[in-house]
């Protein structure tokens, strides 16, 4: 229906991938819209995905903006809704409403030099301006990506990011190593401060748990960048999705329309309920 | 356009509004609340100091089911949205701060992407308010706030208790449509109304009220104050549930779940319910994580948007002084003795503020 964000449309999964195993699993989903071809969005933007019965759940477009046809969601069983998600088979239709939020200035960001950071499920909102980047790779200085998890088997999109390597530095760690392990052991900050990224001309963009945020933003001011060269997402619970229902709110914003990306220097200036 | 009502004839005129299903407050098992009403109702008086809720629910049900969902023979599924067409209602004996809160609510559900269940049920609603000759209730404050006792924002037609008979007043076209299809009832004001009236109105500015000391400073000393200790300690008897928030002519937040009636075939209904800031699920994350996980968070949460973050947004206050949440908390928490604390603490630790 027209007019009525709060109606889903429908898509179906077409793909399924198991990233990351175990407790804290991740799978990406591919979907296609049934009915023609849905929205588009931008870099950073998420989309409210529904299983009826169960709910509805934010979740990160991870997919460039770039590809057409389908959009990626990667998704980490948590609650009821992303259990479910982990529960379907390719064929399943699920609702899915959006885009919501603000995005990447990834137009200001030509002829930069760009730094990723990410650790944990937290490459999934990056990994549309990672791939946007090496999609338009003249248009940027030198991309850099950091990202770690738990353990070599915490490490999602493995073979994407080795197909990085060429346009990209790629550089992985892992919290707790185990046998085979020839990358950086230890967590994301730590290996951050050891490659020692210049801030001369570049943007640094960061997604990780609350935690690992905090660090690495520590780090990128000790290595001298300034707050307006960091960005990060800020992950709210949300429910409407358009400046309503109320939770996701950070002082005067409300995430899910003014963010979910900020740069360091707004972020800063907001209440810390996130 | 002006005219007079007999206090006798409101039966009547509710009769002539047969285009509109009529509400009105009436006396139910001890609370005021707001009922339909069947033309001629002889006993109709306006004679309630404000009700329990305020009319908020009539835009913004409690629960309201957005759509349902079933399965169809082939397994897929089959959404079907429930947006209301509901007929012309008009709502009577609103009081100014109510009206102002219905400007509040116009204006969340209207930014951005407009709600489309807001604005269906906002369509072919009419309000009818009444001055507030003086406070209905010892805890209103409205007139520090932006609002007044005579305030006429969000009605279409403010009547104004000239003891025998009101002055009615239009405030918008859907107002003159009004006492267009009641002018059988009403009749010509005249001078000497206009004078009662006004001397009322000035009867009503003048009669003392609560206050929010300073209010042109309080925006930015709540931001200042945003790390105070007082958050904690006037939140400690906080029970968490909620009232202030329901009772709110201006709280807007809402949670959305799937209600269901059968998991195979899947069947069921996609549903909007009221929720609350003063809720610890409010804003749990799902890993367990909790931006605002104690009273003192809640409280400020809820005092810091109505009087510094919408303020920020849109340069009035999200609170009209209606005084229901000081009422209704059982146990005891004051907005407005919790607002002046507060920033009565950040106005003395920032001498440079004077």
């Known amino acids: 229906m027209e007019g009525n964000s709060y109606l889903p449309q429908l898509a179906r999964v077409v793909d399924i991938h198991e990233e990351v195993p175990g407790e804290r699993a991740i799978k990406t989903f591919r979907l296609e819209f049934i009915d023609g071809d849905g929205f588009s969005h931008k870099c950073g933007q998420c989309a409210m995905l529904s299983i009826f019965g169960r709910g509805e759940s934010m979740i990160s477009i991870a997919s460039s903006p770039l590809v057409h046809g389908y959009k990626q969601f990667s998704i980490m069983r948590a609650g009821r809704v992303t259990s479910a998600f982990h529960e379907l088979a390719v064929g399943a239709l699920v609702g899915i409403r ?133 960005y990060t997402t800020v992950e709210n619970k949300m429910k409407c999705g358009i400046g309503k229902c109320g939770r996701c709110n950070l002082g005067k914003d409300y995430v899910c329309t003014k963010g979910p990306v900020y740069s360091w220097a707004d972020l800063k200036e907001l209440p810390q309920e996130y | 356009m002006e005219r007079i009502l007999d206090k006798g004839r409101l039966g009547a005129l509710v009769a002539a509004l047969a285009d509109w299903t009529v509400l009105a407050p009436a006396l139910q098992d001890g609370l005021w609340a707001y009922r339909p009403v069947a033309g001629g109702e002889a006993s109709l008086t306006l004679g309630h100091p404000n009700t329990v809720q305020p009319p908020k629910g009539q835009s913004f049900p409690q629960r309201e089911v957005f759509f349902t969902f079933d399965e169809t023979p082939d397994g897929q599924p089959r959404l079907t949205p429930l947006v209301p067409r509901p007929a012309p209602r008009v709502v009577f004996g609103v009081r100014p701060c109510d009206g102002q809160g219905l400007t509040h609510l116009d204006q969340v559900f209207g930014e951005e992407a407009p709600d489309a269940y807001y604005q269906a049920r906002r369509g072919t609603l009419a309000y009818v308010g009444l001055a507030c000759n003086s406070p209905p209730s010892r805890h209103c404050f409205c007139t520090c706030v932006g609002g007044s006792p005579f305030g006429e924002a969000g009605l279409d037609v403010l009547m104004i208790d000239l003891s025998d008979r009101y002055l009615v007043r239009a405030l918008t076209p859907v107002g003159e449509a009004l006492m267009t299809a009641g002018q059988g009832v009403l009749t010509e004001a005249g001078a000497q109304d206009r004078a009662e009236a006004q001397q009322r109105r000035l009867a009503a500015l003048a009669h003392p009220q609560r206050a929010v000391a300073a209010p042109q400073a309080v925006p930015e000393r709540l931001k200042a104050g945003f790390g105070s200790a007082l958050w904690e300690r006037l939140a400690q008897p906080c029970i968490g549930c909620g009232i202030c ?71 009035v206050f999200q609170c009209t002084g209606c005084g229901r949440c000081i009422t209704a908390c059982p146990v005891g928490i004051d907005i407005v003795t919790v607002v002046n604390q507060v920033a009565a603490e950040a106005a003395a630790m920032q001498p440079a503020d004077s």
């Open chain 2, 245 to 315: 928030t329901f009772l709110c002519p201006t709280c807007h937040c809402f949670d959305i779940n799937d209600e269901v009636a059968s998991q195979s075939p899947v069947c069921g209904s996609r549903v909007r319910t009221w929720d609350s800031c003063q809720f610890p699920d409010f804003t749990m994350h799902t890993s367990g994580h909790n931006p605002r996980p104690d009273l003192g968070a809640r409280l400020r949460q809820r005092v810091s948007h109505k009087f510094q973050y919408y303020f920020e947004n849109h340069g």
């Open chain 1, 98 to 230: 959006g885009p919501f939020g603000n995005s990447f200035p990834v137009n200001d960001w030509h002829g930069k030099h760009l730094v990723f950071i990410g650790g944990g499920c937290g490459l999934a909102p990056i990994w549309p301006v990672i791939q946007t980047a090496v999609t338009k790779r003249e248009d940027f200085g030198d991309i850099t990506v950091f990202y770690g998890g738990r353990s070599p088997r915490d490490i999602m999109y493995r073979s994407e990011l080795e197909k990085l390597r060429g346009a990209a530095e790629v550089y992985l760690s892992v919290d707790s190593p185990e046998d085979g392990w020839e990358e950086f052991c230890g967590f994301v900050p730590a290996n951050l401060m050891e490659k020692e990224p210049s801030p001369e001309d570049a943007i640094a963009i960061t997604c990780g748990p609350p935690a690992m945020i905090k660090f690495v933003i520590k780090n990128l001011h000790a290595l001298g960048f300034q707050d307006e060269q960091i």
